[in-house]
């Protein structure tokens, strides 16, 4: 085994153990998963841990071959689903290098929801520097072709061994890595949502806000009912008074008007801060459009849909980028926003995100780290 001191400093004095892989994925059946790789399905051969304890603080950082954990029966996450989680990606470069998006702001994230979680606070030099190890030594899986990504997983779980509900006192955080294409199955060129009427996914004062296993546990009963309604997605409406729009299982949600101004819902603690959103709103200012983060019923959607009024809608989030909703599906009847089809301000912000993510265009809020 080989210790080896990261390029950065850690700023916490933590190295790295490099363990030796007994057999890495030939190159040739690499490429053969890379062809294709759908979303969440290709994993790259290796995998980062990091473990905590109140008693040795955060301490034996590893990278190392990807494989199964060694878990007591009774630790913690597998009862009280102690756990978090973030998802970002890192990019091919249109020059044949590698870059993160925002890194620091899923550091950030991922320390708010452990705080949420009650969970230990991993520095967020830590958790920039894990993902800069795993990134380097499967450098190889980054898919080349259009569209592709290595999507970056990064989670928490408690592993203490007790049965007593309290914050546990040991944590096991990891990343791994998979190759991934587009999110939604053949790409879909415009999504269906199904909104909610009898599920919510966050209440005020509950996890909404934190990026938690459970709160997309609870999504699934409604995610499923919006597949068998022929759906894609599942809109969620907002717990107290089911009426306004909140966010999708696993995306954040924007609206375009026909006077060129775009809205989002406001982060009142309920839904997930996007990283995608965030950097929408501000690429919105960048272009010269009014951007505004404000509650917005169904009913008026469903209003403004049927006038013309709402011309375009999309969904956004690191595993399916920019995605255009054509439809929402509900039991009072189903509507179609604007054409049906992508819409031009859509296309036009996924195209200035991509191109940023990817150097093909300038990086004005310094947004990319590029890894080599
Ligand atoms: N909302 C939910 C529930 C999500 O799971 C995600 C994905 O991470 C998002 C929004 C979008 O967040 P981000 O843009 O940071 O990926
Ligand atoms: C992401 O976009 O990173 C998510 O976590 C969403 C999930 C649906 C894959």
Same mark, same amino acid.
């Given at each position: 085994m080989l210790d080896i001191t990261t390029d950065?400093?850690?700023?916490?004095?933590l190295t790295f153990t490099q363990e030796p892989h007994p057999g890495l994925v030939d190159a040739n059946e690499r490429a053969r998963l890379l062809e294709n790789p759908g979303f969440g399905r290709v994993f790259t051969d290796h995998m980062v841990t990091i473990r905590y304890s109140e008693a040795e603080g955060w301490h034996d950082a590893r990278v190392q071959p990807r494989a199964p954990f060694q878990m007591d029966a009774s630790s913690a996450v597998l009862h009280y689903a102690q756990e978090i989680f973030e998802g970002m990606k890192a990019y091919r470069l249109a020059d044949g290098g590698t870059a993160l998006f925002r890194p620091q702001a899923n550091a950030a994230r991922f320390r708010s929801s452990a705080q949420r979680m009650a969970m230990a606070e991993l520095p967020e030099e830590l958790f920039l520097e894990s993902i800069r190890q795993l990134v380097k030594v &499967?450098? &190889?899986?980054?898919?080349?072709? &259009?569209?592709?990504s290595l999507y970056l997983r990064p989670f928490m779980i408690?592993?203490?061994?007790?049965?007593?509900?309290?914050?546990?006192a040991e944590y096991l955080y990891a990343v791994i890595a998979s190759s991934v294409g587009a999110y939604f199955k053949g790409g879909a060129s415009a999504v269906t949502l199904w909104v909610s009427e009898d599920y919510t996914r966050a209440a005020p004062g509950g996890t909404g806000a934190a990026k938690c296993g459970g709160n997309y546990a609870t999504s699934l009963v409604a995610q499923k009912e919006a597949i068998l309604q022929g759906c894609d997605q599942v809109l969620f409406l907002d717990a107290a008074e089911r009426r306004w729009i909140e966010e999708l299982g696993g995306m954040n949600i924007f609206f375009v008007f026909d006077d060129g101004t775009i809205s989002t819902p406001p982060l009142t603690g309920t839904i997930l801060p996007g990283i995608t959103r965030d950097s929408i709103l501000k690429l919105a200012t960048d272009m010269g459009l009014t951007a505004r983060e404000e509650p917005y019923s169904i009913d008026q959607c469903r209003a403004d849909a049927e006038s013309g009024r709402l011309r375009e809608a999309f969904a956004c989030g690191t595993a399916a980028v920019v995605a255009p909703i054509a439809q929402m599906k509900m039991r009072g009847g189903d509507f179609t926003i604007g054409t049906g089809g992508p819409g031009q301000t859509t296309l036009r912000m996924l195209n200035a995100l991509t191109d940023i993510q990817r150097g093909k265009a300038p990086d004005p809020h310094g947004w990319v780290e590029r890894l080599d």
């Amino acid at each position: 085994m080989l210790d080896i001191t990261t390029d950065g400093s850690t700023g916490t004095g933590l190295t790295f153990t490099q363990e030796p892989h007994p057999g890495l994925v030939d190159a040739n059946e690499r490429a053969r998963l890379l062809e294709n790789p759908g979303f969440g399905r290709v994993f790259t051969d290796h995998m980062v841990t990091i473990r905590y304890s109140e008693a040795e603080g955060w301490h034996d950082a590893r990278v190392q071959p990807r494989a199964p954990f060694q878990m007591d029966a009774s630790s913690a996450v597998l009862h009280y689903a102690q756990e978090i989680f973030e998802g970002m990606k890192a990019y091919r470069l249109a020059d044949g290098g590698t870059a993160l998006f925002r890194p620091q702001a899923n550091a950030a994230r991922f320390r708010s929801s452990a705080q949420r979680m009650a969970m230990a606070e991993l520095p967020e030099e830590l958790f920039l520097e894990s993902i800069r190890q795993l990134v380097k030594v &499967d450098h &190889d899986w980054i898919p080349t072709s &259009d569209g592709g990504s290595l999507y970056l997983r990064p989670f928490m779980i408690a592993s203490e061994v007790f049965l007593g509900v309290k914050p546990s006192a040991e944590y096991l955080y990891a990343v791994i890595a998979s190759s991934v294409g587009a999110y939604f199955k053949g790409g879909a060129s415009a999504v269906t949502l199904w909104v909610s009427e009898d599920y919510t996914r966050a209440a005020p004062g509950g996890t909404g806000a934190a990026k938690c296993g459970g709160n997309y546990a609870t999504s699934l009963v409604a995610q499923k009912e919006a597949i068998l309604q022929g759906c894609d997605q599942v809109l969620f409406l907002d717990a107290a008074e089911r009426r306004w729009i909140e966010e999708l299982g696993g995306m954040n949600i924007f609206f375009v008007f026909d006077d060129g101004t775009i809205s989002t819902p406001p982060l009142t603690g309920t839904i997930l801060p996007g990283i995608t959103r965030d950097s929408i709103l501000k690429l919105a200012t960048d272009m010269g459009l009014t951007a505004r983060e404000e509650p917005y019923s169904i009913d008026q959607c469903r209003a403004d849909a049927e006038s013309g009024r709402l011309r375009e809608a999309f969904a956004c989030g690191t595993a399916a980028v920019v995605a255009p909703i054509a439809q929402m599906k509900m039991r009072g009847g189903d509507f179609t926003i604007g054409t049906g089809g992508p819409g031009q301000t859509t296309l036009r912000m996924l195209n200035a995100l991509t191109d940023i993510q990817r150097g093909k265009a300038p990086d004005p809020h310094g947004w990319v780290e590029r890894l080599d």
